[in-house]
C-alpha cells in the first residue's frame, strides 16, 4: 500500500511558542502515515514485522467495553512529547487534528473518544498505549488497493504527548519454498501453520489463502505422509470452549486444504485447545503463537 501521507499543514491548528528542539530517540522516525503534531519530538518506538493488535471502534458498552477489531501484519508504536517551552496543546486539539488529517486523506474514524477515560479498550492486546482507559483516543482506517491500515492515537489531557500505534493487515508471509517445507514436515514430523480466524470463529479469513496454497502443495508433494491437522488455540476462555474452538478450527483447515486438491483420507482433524502451548501466554506475542495449526506426520 502506498503511503498515505497528510500534510503538516492539516496537524497545526495552532503555533505554540518558542520552543526548543529536542532530538528524536536514536532509531525512531515518523510513520509515512502522519507527520507529526508541531513541536514534538519522538521518545520511543518499536516496530515488528508482524503481530496481531486489537483497535478499539464504536461507542462503548453498558460496561464501558469497545468492539475490538483484530488486525494482523506489520505494527509500528511511537511516542511523542512535547519539546521544552512549546505552549502544550490540549488533547482535544490534538485529536481532533489527526481526525481532519485522516478525513482529508480519505480515512474513517471507527472510533472517537473525546475526553478522560471515555471508554475502555483490551490493553494486553494494544500493549504500551496506557492502562486500557481512551483518553482523547481516536480509531482510524485507511484502505487503498485492496490493502487496510489501522491507526490508533491516545493524546494525554494537559501534557500535550500523545501515542500512536499502526498496523497494516496482512497475511504472514511464506518464509520458506515447499521444498523446503517438504523436508521440514519429514525431518522435524511437523510444520506450523498461522492461518488467521475471524474472532472466535473457525471461517478461515481470505488473507489465508497464500498459507494454506503452500500447505496443500506440500503435502501434495509429499504423498506418501498420513498428516493430522491439530487446532492449538491460547488460553483465553475457558478450556472447554477453546478445546472445541480449536477442533471446528483444525477441521476448517483439512477442509481447505481436501479443496485444494490434498486427498482426505490421507488427513485427520484433532483440537488441542489451549493444552500445548509453545509460547509465554502472559504476553500478546506469546499469545498470538499459541493460536496455530500445525500439520504432524503421522
Not at 7 to 18: I, R, S, V
Not at 71 to 81: D, H, L, M
Not at 180 to 199: P, Q
Request: overall charge negative; charged content about 25%.
Amino acid at each position: 500500500m502506498k503511503a498515505i501521507t497528510v500534510a503538516a499543514a492539516t496537524l497545526c491548528l495552532l503555533a505554540a511558542g518558542p520552543a526548543l528542539a529536542q532530538q528524536d530517540e536514536a532509531g525512531c522516525k515518523d510513520s509515512p502515515l502522519f507527520t507529526r503534531f508541531p513541536n514534538m519530538h519522538i521518545v520511543g518506538c518499536q516496530a515488528r514485522q508482524f503481530d496481531l493488535r486489537a483497535f478499539p471502534t464504536g461507542p462503548a458498552d453498558n460496561d464501558g467495553l469497545t468492539k475490538p477489531v483484530e488486525v494482523e501484519g506489520p505494527v509500528q508504536w511511537i511516542k511523542y512529547e512535547l519539546n521544552e517551552g512549546a505552549t502544550p496543546p490540549s488533547g482535544l486539539q490534538i485529536m481532533r487534528n489527526f481526525e481532519n488529517a485522516a478525513k482529508k486523506a480519505g480515512a474513517t474514524i471507527e472510533g472517537q473518544y473525546p475526553g478522560w477515560c471515555k471508554a475502555h479498550y483490551d490493553e494486553e492486546r494494544m500493549p504500551d498505549m496506557g492502562n486500557g482507559c481512551v483518553s482523547f483516543g481516536l480509531t482510524m482506517k485507511f484502505v487503498k488497493s485492496a490493502k487496510e491500515v489501522w491507526a490508533f492515537l491516545q493524546a494525554d489531557g494537559d501534557g500535550g504527548n500523545y501515542l500512536l500505534t499502526i498496523s497494516e493487515r496482512e497475511a504472514m508471509k511464506q518464509e520458506i519454498s515447499v521444498t523446503e517445507l517438504v523436508d521440514k514436515l519429514s525431518k522435524d514430523g511437523f510444520i506450523t501453520l498461522y492461518v488467521n480466524f475471524d474472532t472466535g470463529k473457525s471461517t478461515i479469513k481470505p488473507d489465508s489463502a497464500a498459507t494454506l496454497d503452500s500447505a496443500a502443495a506440500a503435502l501434495k508433494a509429499a504423498a506418501d505422509l498420513q498428516v493430522e491437522v491439530a487446532g492449538h488455540t491460547d488460553n483465553v476462555g475457558t478450556p472447554e470452549a477453546n478445546l472445541k474452538l480449536s477442533q471446528d478450527r483444525a477441521q476448517a483447515v483439512m477442509t481447505a486444504l481436501t479443496e485444494r486438491g490434498v486427498k482426505a483420507d490421507r488427513l485427520t482433524a484433532k483440537g488441542y485447545g489451549q493444552s500445548a502451548p509453545v509460547a509465554d501466554n502472559r504476553s500478546e506475542d506469546g499469545r498470538a503463537k499459541n493460536r496455530r495449526v500445525e500439520l504432524v506426520k503421522k
